[in-house]
């Protein structure tokens, strides 16, 4: 059962839509609203140099929640790089976010989508 705030396996798609994915780790942001089974997903990354400060969320062996979340290496979760993608592109739980670490990610991406354009 997909849950927010999981880290699960999925096909995430790449971002010049060409239909290409790419299995990967990604965080459980939120159920869209809706009979469908829909879920908007941040994209998780090994390749900590790609974080952007004051945005994405970085974590590290030595954070309390880090093995909790089932990742074998320091990663970035990419608030920037969100997809919407139905439960059956999800292909299974490898662990969980802690709820203060999933907030932090929901303010995260709510501050930067209400920011105007300069």
Same mark, same amino acid.
């Given at each position: 059962?997909?849950e927010e705030g999981q880290?699960?396996?999925?096909?995430?798609?790449?971002?010049?839509?060409?239909?290409?994915?790419?299995?990967?780790?990604?965080?459980?942001?939120?159920?869209?609203?809706?009979?469908?089974?829909?879920?908007?997903?941040?994209?998780?990354? =090994?390749? !900590?140099?790609? $974080? @952007?400060?004051? %945005?994405?969320? &970085?974590?590290?062996?030595?954070?309390? #929640?880090? /093995? *909790?979340?089932?990742?074998?290496?320091?990663?970035?979760?990419?608030?920037?790089?969100?997809?919407?993608?139905?439960? =059956?592109? !999800?292909?299974? $739980? @490898?662990?969980? %976010?802690?709820? &203060?670490?999933?907030?932090?990610?929901? #303010?995260? /991406? *709510?501050?930067?989508?209400?920011?105007?354009?300069?």
């Open positions: 059962m997909i880290i699960v396996l999925l096909r995430f798609p790449y971002a010049d839509g060409g239909g290409l994915t790419k299995v990967r780790p990604g965080a459980i942001v939120r159920k869209l609203p809706g009979d469908y089974d829909d879920w908007l997903v941040c994209m998780v990354s =090994s390749q !900590l140099d790609q $974080a @952007i400060e004051g %945005l994405d969320e &970085t974590l590290a062996e030595t954070d309390d #929640d880090f /093995l *909790a979340t089932g990742l074998k290496a320091p990663s970035v979760i990419r608030v920037s790089r969100v997809a919407v993608c139905h439960g =059956s592109s !999800l292909l299974g $739980a @490898i662990g969980r %976010l802690s709820g &203060t670490r999933l907030d932090r990610i929901r #303010d995260s /991406l *709510a501050r930067w989508i209400s920011v105007p354009k300069q």
